[in-house]
C-alpha cells in the first residue's frame, strides 16, 4: 500500500473533504485513516470505486472495515478517463438512495472518479443542478480538464448545452438523448495535461 500504490504521498495529504449530507470524499485510505475518519467522522459505509481485486491494498481496507463494523460496497463502474455508462449513473443513484450515512467514497487519487461520484451524490441527494455539481471536478481536487479525465468534465458540459437549447431533466436526457460512442469521439485532450496525469501523477 506505501510503495506499490504510491501510498507514502497519502500518508501526508489524503485529499480528504466534506460535503454536506453526510458524504466525505477522498483518496484511497488506510487502515490507520479508516480507523480516524470513524472516530471523527462516524463512517458507517464506505465506498470503494476501485473495485474489489486480489491486492494487499484492498486486503487492508476490507479487514479495517470488518474490524471496525463499516460496510464496505465495491463500485467500480465509473472511469476516470471514458465516458460513463448510463446504467453505471443509474447504479449510483439507487446507491446514493439506499446506503447509511455518514459515507466515505474514495478511488486511488481522490480527484476523478470520486470527483464524479461526488457530482452524482450533490445531484441525486442535495438535489444540485448540475452545473454547481460539475465543480467537485476541479483542480483544487487535482483533476485536470486537459487530461483524458476531462472526459467526465466533457459528460456534464454536453448535458449543460443540451438543456440550455432544449430544457430536459438530466435522467431524461441520459437515458434517450445520450450516446456514448459520439461523446468519446467529440472528445480531445491536451498533450501535457496527459503526460502529467499519466507519467508524473501515475492515476488509474
Known amino acids: 500500500m506505501i510503495f506499490v500504490d504510491h501510498g507514502i504521498f497519502r500518508v501526508f495529504y489524503n485529499n480528504l ?4 449530507g453526510g458524504l466525505y470524499r477522498s483518496s ?7 480507523r480516524k475518519y470513524q ?3 462516524g463512517i458507517k459505509t464506505i465506498i470503494n470505486l476501485r473495485g474489489a481485486d486480489d491486492t494487499r491494498r484492498y486486503a487492508l481496507e476490507a479487514e479495517a472495515c470488518r474490524s471496525l463494523g463499516i460496510t464496505l460496497i465495491d463500485f467500480k463502474g465509473i472511469m476516470s478517463r471514458s465516458a460513463p455508462y448510463a446504467e453505471v449513473i443509474q447504479d ?5 438512495g439506499r446506503i447509511e450515512y455518514p459515507v466515505l467514497i474514495h478511488c486511488k487519487s481522490g480527484a476523478d472518479r470520486a470527483g464524479f461520484a461526488a457530482a452524482l451524490f450533490r445531484m441525486f441527494r442535495l438535489g444540485e443542478p448540475v ?3 460539475m465543480r467537485e471536478l476541479a483542480w483544487y481536487y487535482g483533476h485536470f480538464k486537459g487530461s483524458k479525465t476531462g472526459i467526465l468534465d466533457f459528460f456534464f458540459e454536453q448535458y449543460c448545452l ?9 435522467m431524461t436526457w441520459l437515458t434517450t438523448v445520450y450516446d456514448r460512442d459520439q461523446l468519446k469521439e467529440a472528445f480531445h485532450t491536451r498533450g501535457w495535461a496527459d503526460f502529467l496525469v499519466d507519467k508524473v501523477l501515475h492515476r488509474e
Do not use: E
Request: aromatic share 10%; hydrophobic share 40%.
Open 39 to 41: 472516530r471523527q467522522y
Open 28 to 34: 484511497q485510505p488506510s487502515p490507520g485513516q479508516i
Open 92 to 96: 449510483a443513484q439507487a446507491l446514493f
Open 17 to 20: 473533504h466534506a460535503l454536506p
Open 162 to 170: 443540451a438543456n440550455v437549447s432544449k430544457p430536459v431533466d438530466f
Open 131 to 133: 452545473h454547481q455539481a
